[in-house]
């Protein structure tokens, strides 16, 4: 199995966890659990994005390099989104505050659906191969 494909995997995995934990009640433990998935799914997103763009002979260096990178290959559609949720991700990152934390959650239940298009296209890629 190839790198690319353990990412895909692992990235599998981790949105059906967000998921999982996005549809709990919003208590303060679901969300601070909630927001940690996020941490680590939006990290597989976009690690798995570079090591796709790099296979594509597009040397990129950081999330929003890869994400303008990856909608040129179409594998997203507007880089913009992903940069919302690069400042989401970077705020859980290094600061904790409770409004901060509100304002991630609510971003973060619109992360899924945005993953999983970005899965769908990978699978396709990875069919080719």
Do not use: S
């Not at 790198?3 to 999982?20: G, H, N």
């Not at 990129?60 to 992903?82: C, K, M, S």
Request: charged share 25%; net charge neutral; aromatic share 14%.
């Amino acid at each position: 199995m190839t790198k690319i494909e353990l990412q895909f995997q692992d990235l599998q995995k981790a949105v059906f966890r967000l998921k999982e934990a996005a549809a709990l009640p919003p208590t303060a433990i679901n969300r601070d659990a909630t927001i940690q998935r996020f941490e680590f799914t939006f990290e597989l997103c976009w690690k798995l994005m570079n090591a796709l763009v790099r296979e594509n002979g597009i040397d990129v260096y950081g999330p929003r390099n890869t994400f303008r990178a990856a909608a040129q290959l179409d594998l997203i559609e507007n880089p913009e989104e992903w940069f919302n949720f690069l400042q989401a991700r970077n705020y859980t990152a290094h600061t904790y505050n409770e409004e901060t934390a509100k304002w991630v959650y609510d971003l973060v239940c619109q992360f899924p659906p945005l993953v999983e298009k970005f899965l769908e296209k990978v699978r396709k890629i990875l069919g080719k191969k």
